[in-house]
């Protein structure tokens, strides 16, 4: 078992009374309850979320405030644009060399936001008072502040503190803190998952509604997704995503930090092109054998759901002090354009969105019922949820899971 005996928790010296924290999840699936359906509802955890898990995480950027990716906007050189990152204002910024950059979007002089929209420039001019900023984020000047006028000026706060950015394909990482994991190690798995896969060739799709506020908590979004067992009575047959997959071929693989879901399809013209996945998801024993999508959840708040037709991402922002509310962002990435218009009809995604929305909704009623117990995972067809109430454990508690053996 990964992550350390609970013996190993207890020799490592774990707070007296770890035993009894009212969140903990056990390593053992068969064990193990679930967190508590107040971790669902309480400020207080979701405060503690935010200030454990979130902070040391690497995060998705979300689409920005016009439905575009962020890539897309910050894609020439010297390039830049906001993005709200957990209620945050951020900057993301590509300098002339090529490389991005982020910092607060938040002038070091009187607060004031740095942009407010995306644009271009070498340097940055605040329009409150017009402190100036080069693409470094250093504080370069402001009429009214001189070294004589102002002692000390420009304090090494008056630069722009820089923030972790990292970039894969059309997706952009940011860190609010130091995170936990290396950025390529830990996307090493879904990078090698797709090797063959020409991701330069994914186009941006906006359709609408790329960011919206939507019910119930981040983690019962993120639950939802890495539920399996609810595939044949959520998306049952006939003619639910139960039909259009092989469901005897699912599998849910789990990595440090991420987990892969993937399964075959029942019509191999429904399936990847097989020199756009990995060999090893091939089928010695039954060669026409193709994959139907793989869906990655990167832990914590994002899934990459890559299908024969492109990419769709989810990204699950918790809203400070709402624990019943959830910042979605989603965005499609189009590689195929007559498979992209046949997704829904194939690929059965309104539905199966449909289905799980809905099925989310009664569980969110649950949870703040005030009449739920916890619950229990069933080993092996839930070792997925089981993973992901664990991963949040061990997260506020300020530790991050190993791989599982
Ligand atoms: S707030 Fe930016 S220059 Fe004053
Ligand atoms: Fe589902």
Redesign the pocket.
Known sequence: MHEGAEGGEAGRGVAPGAGDDPHRVGPDPATAETLPPAAFTDPAFLARELATLFARAWLVAPPLADGRPLSDAVAAPEAHAPVDLLGRPLLVRRDAEGALRAFPNVCTHAWHTLAQAPGRGRTLLCPQHGRAFDGAGRCVGQRGFSPEAVPGFPRPCDHLTPLRVGAWGPLVFLALGAPGRDLDAWLAPVRASLEGLPLERLTARPHGAEVREVEGNWKLHAW??M?TF??PF??RAPGG?ADAVDLTSYRTELFDGAALQWAYARDPADGFDPAHVHARFRDPARPGRRVFALWWLLFPNAALNFYPWGLSLNVWEPVPDRPDRTRFGWLHWVLDEAKWAARDDRWLSAK?DA??VA?LAQVRRGAASGLAPRGRFAPGAEDGPHWLHRQVWLAVRGRTGAPPA
């Open positions: 939802n997704y539920d609810h595939i959520i998306h995503l199966t289905e799980d099925a």
